[in-house]
């Protein structure tokens, strides 16, 4: 009974840390258009995983390097001229693609590939949740330091210059983030939903904010509700749980709208 | 009094190409110096290598020790998905105290409007709070590009008088950036005809009899130029912070 508890504490610690660092995360991928970025860097993450195992090297390492490479390819490449959804169109699916096809190589080595794509929270040990509270404090704590600048360079990078700050040094800290977040992430949700949670409780908290820093509060609250509610849905449900941590995400987005929607016309009437 | 800024034989290129070419400069204490001149001129590129986001090729500038200026942008989209009210706009990336915040809006005509949002202002009212921003911390230099862009005439004349109203109030030097000949001309203290290099400069009414600036704009600005002042004794009445 107490190993049947454990397990269950570790998931909802795992899924409690990513939410809330999720949060004030996939706020700034909300304001700032980075959604394909995201995307990007979550699929890299599936080849990082399949290079850590090939070189027998940790796999948080594995899916930071791979992740933050794409994140610099897809800059340069966007320097270049290209469309930016043309080139995460073309990074993001053939990152995707070379790493299930590395991971095919891995025969030999038992590799759960369905839990790397879409999570498997209750797999998650005492290693585990040590490396993702690392990742967490390590993320809450670069947002925290760079909140301003990051915000205003969000706002306006003339704005920012004329205040001393260098938009593409903030843009290196959100870059740096994100992949971390990704690393932590793959194990809780899995590489293909990892920017669901940043993107849904981030833009479900638009309806109810004033200020950015609300904003990043209900979306830490929201992911935080999504994740233990969806773990235990899941459990009762007998479902995958990343996913339904997902669906109830978008199920208290459309909530929200709804309840938006009725006060509308409430206040018409 | 030393200049706040100086800027010498200052050549900025894009790849190749030069967009400022052996532009020399200077910003005393308490002026209001106006940029004129056609697209692609590279006056906003001169104030944006000012404010450090353009690196320049060569030349120098160099600022008074200790400058504080404030940039208004040419203009600024709030996306919808950032939920911000005025106040918390005003207090980036620095805090500011609320006396602080009351005070640069009130000086910026827009004195009521710190707890909306920055989304829900007008084309006049966010240029105002901009201004605002750009008041925080006393500047001794308020830079403008272009600031009254989107406003309509009266919007913009109105815009402008609270610049005046303002350098009289706080003894800033401005340096603007203008399309409006007619509406900015007649409140600056010299003006520079800026096509790549620096074609004329000097006190508004030289400038506009200058050869080289009619080349550029044509004669009839000089008759624009006497239409603001015209327009001037009659635009008092109309209060266009809405």
Known sequence: MSWFDSFLVRAVLAGLG????????????????????????????????????????SMFVGVLVVSLLMAAMVA???????????????????????????????????????G?????????????????????????????????????????SDLAYAAGIDPRREQLFLTVSLAM??????????????????????????????????????????????????????YSLDTPTGPTIVCLAAILFALTHVGGLIRAGLLVD | ?????????????????????????????????TIVGPNGSGKTTLLRTIIGAVKF??????????????????????????????????????????????DSLINAGVGDMGDRQMTGLSAGQFQRVLLARALLGNPDLLILDEATQGLDQPGSAAFYRQIELVRHRLGCAVLMVSHELHVVMAASDR?????????????????AEAPEYQALFGSGTQGALALYQHEHTHSHHTDHTA
């Not at chain 1, 977040?181 to 939903?193: D, Q």
């Not at chain 2, 020790?65 to 911000?84: K, N, T």
Request: charged share 10%; aromatic share 8%; glycine share 10%.
């Open chain 1, 76 to 114: 340069s490449l966007g320097e270049r001229g290209y469309a930016m959804d043309t080139v995460l169109g073309v990074l993001a699916h053939s990152a995707l693609a070379f790493g299930l096809v590395v991971a095919s190589f891995l025969s030999g080595i038992r590799l759960d590939l369905m």
């Open chain 1, 181 to 234: 977040v990704v690393a932590v992430a793959i194990k809780v949700v899995g590489a293909l939903l990892i920017v669901a949670l940043l993107i849904i409780p981030a833009a479900t908290a638009r309806m109810y904010a004033r200020t950015p820093e609300q904003m990043a509060l209900i979306a830490a609250i929201i992911g935080a509700v999504s994740a233990v509610g969806g773990l235990q849905l899941a």
């Open chain 2, 57 to 102: 090729s060569e030349g120098n500038i160099s600022k008074r020790e200790g400058l504080r200026f404030g940039y208004v942008p040419q203009r600024l989209h709030v996306d919808s998905a950032l939920p911000i009210t005025v106040r918390r706009f005003l207090s980036l990336p620095h805090y500011s105290s609320d006396s602080a915040i009351s």
């Open chain 2, 191 to 207: 003006v520079i005809c800026l096509n790549g290099h620096i074609c004329c400069h000097g006190a508004p009414a030289q400038v």
């Open chain 2, 1 to 33: 009094m030393m200049n706040l800024i100086d800027i010498g034989s200052l050549s900025v290129r894009f790849g190749g190409h030069a967009v400022l070419e052996n532009v020399s400069m200077h910003i005393a204490p308490g002026e209001i110096i």
């Open chain 1, 116 to 156: 790397y794509l879409f999570g498997d929270i209750l797999a998650v040990g005492k290693l585990d949740l040590i490396i993702i509270w690392c990742g967490v404090a390590l993320v809450l704590g670069l947002m925290w330091w760079r909140w301003s600048p990051l915000l205003t360079a969000t706002l306006s």
């Open chain 1, 18 to 57: 990513v939410a809330i660092a999720a949060a004030p995360l996939g706020c700034f991928v909300v304001w700032r258009r980075m959604a394909y970025f995201g995307d990007a860097t979550a699929h890299a993450s599936i080849l990082g995983i399949a290079l850590a195992l090939a070189f027998s090297i």
